[in-house]
């Protein structure tokens, strides 16, 4: 792994930096899990795509500009450091996009791309069932095939996002007397279709862009199956890897965390215990840490190498360290911690308890850490398994 930057890739930077320096807006967007804040984000997107930042790494026909992963990491690294909006179509850019470009077919892969790209269509991710979270493979949602349609009946929960998106991408039950992980299928679902209801749900921080999606005797054209019939959990499988390996969260995010908690301490560090100072270096060199097996990763991917079981690691490291970093912020701000943003005397550090509600998030979605363990036990150190 060579860590020098190349001329192109210098040149990149450089385009990169400029363009969001003219574009980021001054002002935080509304929150994307409220109605007005999506539409915000999704006009972002749009911006985005204009300037051909959207999806970096896709192919130029779909809007991207063919860019390798230490490309995307680049831009990734300027777009944190520009403090841009949160990306609202991250299910469909990041996961659900590198899904149809490997297995999609050429209609689908035109049909829902550039769209994509572009904002126009923004997905959420319908995996999880009142009784299949951990235990996926125990979807029950199912579609029957009649004729050249799918009619899907069931529910899906926890849909981040799912309150105001156009498409869900999901799996569903179409062999119910196959093995439970050979009787799924990977169908694309638009959210406005006659039998679908989408209710929010509300969130620790009282906005409601989660939802759960009841689907009544819907009907699907058939050709929003992606992949084959009944090797739904296999795609979704590699969706997962992805995304716990690499796509979900880079590494800036967390050394822009880092950054911001240094100058937190720097700024009240004399008034708390002393002892946050070794937590405060501690979420740097993780951030780091993260930030160079990322790269060691995305090196190993241009090699021609996959990523495998190891990902969970990944999915355990920045989720954990999240939390730590947040919660010192937490110590560090002592009684001011608690004031949310309306508060006048909050000013930017409210910013601070959103985030540590919402890392304490993250061992749970992806896949929880204790299954990331499990997995880790399993398939990477090959322990035997327990009574
Ligand atoms: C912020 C957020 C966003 C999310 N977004 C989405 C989304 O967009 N789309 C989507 O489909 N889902 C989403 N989810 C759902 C998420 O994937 C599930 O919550 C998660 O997989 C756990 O499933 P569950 O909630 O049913 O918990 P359960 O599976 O019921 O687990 C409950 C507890 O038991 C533990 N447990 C279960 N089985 C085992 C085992 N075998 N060994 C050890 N421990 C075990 C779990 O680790 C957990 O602590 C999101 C969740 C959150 C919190």
Known sequence: MDLTETADEQAFR???????????????????????????????????????????????EYGGRGADYIKWLVFEEEYYRAEAPGRVNQNGIFLLGPTIMEVGTPEQKARFLPRMASGEDIWCQGWSEPNAGSDLAAIASKAVLDGDHWVISGQKTWASRGAFADWMFGIFRTDPDAERHRGLTFILVPLDLDGVTVRPIAQLDGETGFAEVFLDEVRVPVDCMLGELNRGWQVAMATAGFERGISLRSPERFVQTARRLIALHERRGGEADAGLGDEVVR??????????????????????GTIGAEAS???????????????????????????????????????????????????IYAGTNEIQ??????????LPRGA
């Not at 979420?283 to 160079?292: E, I, N, R, T």
């Open 14 to 60: 450089a385009e990169a930096r400029g363009w969001l320096a003219e574009h980021v807006p001054t002002g935080a967007l509304a929150s994307f899990d409220t109605r007005a804040g999506f539409e915000e984000h999704r006009a972002w997107e749009a911006e985005l795509h204009e300037g051909r930042w959207s999806a970096v790494s896709w192919p130029i």
């Open 313 to 363: 690691l990944n999915k355990i490291f920045w989720s954990e360290m999240d939390i730590r970093m947040h919660a010192a912020a937490q110590q560090l701000l002592g009684p001011w911690a608690e004031l949310t943003a309306e508060a006048p005397q909050a000013r930017h550090d409210a910013r601070w308890l959103d985030g540590y509600l919402f890392a304490l998030a993250g061992p």
């Open 373 to 382: 363990r499990n997995i880790i036990a399993d398939r990477v150190l090959n």
């Open 283 to 304: 979420g740097w060199m993780d951030a780091q840490a993260y930030s160079l097996h990322t790269y060691w990763t995305v090196s190993h991917l241009l090699e021609g």
